[in-house]
């Protein structure tokens, strides 16, 4: 117990979050090793990072989730702790892993929680393993790749660099690594509108104002889920979880809880 709360505080900020070997592990996930750490006790709330990312993304949310749930934070597929030889990814694939590891972990369903491509894992798992999910928060989640889906500069940089890199001959396992994760934005998802009325839970669906998904794509997408609500968080590019931390974690929190929205 901590005696004094500037001792707690300085406790909390020597945590480091995707490399903390006191609540990290693997688990065996459909043939790879998923690296997650799990955070406080509770109803559970799986956290998804987005591309390139890792569990580190969520550093300014795990403390306060921490205090009220059970946080199964963890690396994806191809990325940080997590590796995976294969030379392809698919969004669906990682939607896939995620309810398999609820199911290692013998967790029957969790609130889930995603950003970015996470925001994007977090509609599939939704859509494809409904029974495993209680409410979905999604933030900065495309439906297709292209410049409707993404601010036009974002997707113009993104169609440069893969013309210049395409035929590229990658010599390590990182940058080969590095391509194939480039390569699961530039190609996907390939999610239709339609298919979003599969998802029977409740959604809140987040942008911000200055997001790298245009509001309107975002809008789109909650307006294609039966019980989705909106949230376009002012004065915010897409990193909303970090740029407006206090306040996104008090809307998710309560939106899980069902004292808003």
Same mark, same amino acid.
Not at 50 to 61: E, L, M, T, V, Y
């Given at each position: 117990m901590c005696l004094q709360a500037s001792f707690c505080l300085?406790? &909390?900020?020597?945590?480091?979050?995707? =490399?903390? $070997?006191? $609540?990290?592990?693997?688990? =065996? *996930?459909?043939?790879?090793?998923?690296?997650? &750490? *799990?955070?406080?006790?509770g109803t559970p709330l799986l956290m998804i990072h987005g591309n390139g990312g890792s569990i580190s993304a969520f550093s300014k949310n795990i403390p306060y989730f921490a205090k009220k749930y059970k946080v199964i934070a963890i690396d994806s597929r191809a990325h940080g702790k997590t590796v995976d030889p294969k030379d392809s990814l698919s969004f669906e694939q990682m939607a896939d892993d995620f309810a398999a590891l609820l199911d290692v972990m013998h967790i029957d369903k969790s609130y889930v929680l995603g950003w970015s491509d996470g925001g994007i894992n977090a509609i599939l798992m939704a859509m494809r393993h409904p029974d495993k999910v209680i409410k979905i928060a999604s933030t900065g989640a495309n439906l297709w790749p292209d410049s409707t889906a993404l601010i036009p500069s974002a997707w113009n940089d993104m169609v440069q660099?893969? $013309?210049?890199?395409?035929?590229?001959k990658w010599a390590t396992d990182r940058e080969?690594?590095?391509?194939? #994760? !480039?390569?699961?934005?530039?190609?996907?998802?390939?999610?239709?509108?339609?298919?979003? @009325?599969?998802?029977?839970?409740?959604?809140?669906? #987040?942008?911000?104002?200055? =997001?790298?998904?245009? *509001? +309107?794509?975002?809008?789109? #997408?909650?307006?294609? #889920?039966?019980?989705?609500?909106?949230?376009?968080?002012?004065?915010?590019?897409?990193?909303?979880?970090? +740029?407006?931390?206090? =306040? !996104?974690? @008090?809307?998710?929190? &309560? !939106?899980?809880k069902g004292e808003s929205f």
């Amino acid at each position: 117990m901590c005696l004094q709360a500037s001792f707690c505080l300085a406790q &909390e900020k020597t945590i480091h979050y995707g =490399d903390n $070997a006191a $609540a990290g592990k693997y688990y =065996d *996930v459909r043939g790879i090793k998923m690296y997650a &750490e *799990v955070y406080g006790e509770g109803t559970p709330l799986l956290m998804i990072h987005g591309n390139g990312g890792s569990i580190s993304a969520f550093s300014k949310n795990i403390p306060y989730f921490a205090k009220k749930y059970k946080v199964i934070a963890i690396d994806s597929r191809a990325h940080g702790k997590t590796v995976d030889p294969k030379d392809s990814l698919s969004f669906e694939q990682m939607a896939d892993d995620f309810a398999a590891l609820l199911d290692v972990m013998h967790i029957d369903k969790s609130y889930v929680l995603g950003w970015s491509d996470g925001g994007i894992n977090a509609i599939l798992m939704a859509m494809r393993h409904p029974d495993k999910v209680i409410k979905i928060a999604s933030t900065g989640a495309n439906l297709w790749p292209d410049s409707t889906a993404l601010i036009p500069s974002a997707w113009n940089d993104m169609v440069q660099y893969h $013309a210049k890199n395409k035929n590229k001959k990658w010599a390590t396992d990182r940058e080969k690594n590095e391509w194939k #994760i !480039f390569m699961l934005d530039y190609d996907q998802p390939n999610i239709k509108l339609p298919a979003l @009325k599969a998802i029977k839970c409740p959604s809140l669906i #987040i942008c911000g104002d200055h =997001d790298l998904i245009p *509001v +309107e794509h975002t809008t789109l #997408i909650y307006q294609n #889920i039966p019980k989705a609500y909106l949230w376009v968080v002012p004065n915010s590019g897409h990193g909303t979880l970090i +740029e407006h931390t206090d =306040d !996104f974690n @008090k809307k998710v929190d &309560e !939106f899980f809880k069902g004292e808003s929205f």
